[in-house]
């Protein structure tokens, strides 16, 4: 089994900028993709970004692009999302995934696609 542990969420103004992190633990594989996904208020839960394995290939919601980043650190089991520039409509739980890959390349913006899930971490900007 595999835990996913994020932290680093909390409460930002406007504008202001937050660093989630997500460390894997348990079980390994060789190989794996992982991304963030997040749930606003009220709403359904919704893809944010992702990375392959190598890192090299990275996607993006159209909401965040420009905004946040991702990158990993695989010798830390660790993947990152950088959130710059935060505006309310940020607001939600945000929660990381993985998920076993066999290419180095390949990246997933499909929840469903995604095996493990971390437990979330909340995410409050202020106007």
């Known amino acids: 089994q595999v835990q996913l542990v994020e932290s680093g969420g909390g409460l930002v103004q406007a504008g202001g900028s937050l660093r989630l992190s997500c460390a894997a633990s348990g079980r390994t594989f060789s190989m794996y993709a992982m991304g963030w996904f997040r749930q606003p208020p009220g709403k359904e839960r919704e893809f944010v970004a992702a990375a392959s394995w190598s890192g090299g290939v990275t996607a993006y919601a159209d909401s965040v692009k420009g905004r946040f980043t991702i990158s990993r650190d695989n010798a830390k089991n660790t993947v990152y999302l950088q959130m710059n520039s935060l505006n309310p409509e940020d607001t939600a739980v945000y929660y990381c995934?993985?998920?076993?890959?066999?290419?180095?390349?390949?990246?997933?913006?499909?929840?469903?696609?995604?095996?493990?899930w971390g437990q979330g971490t909340q995410v409050t900007v202020s106007s």
């Open positions: 995934a993985l998920a076993q890959v066999y290419n180095a390349r390949r990246i997933i913006t499909r929840s469903y696609e995604y095996d493990y």
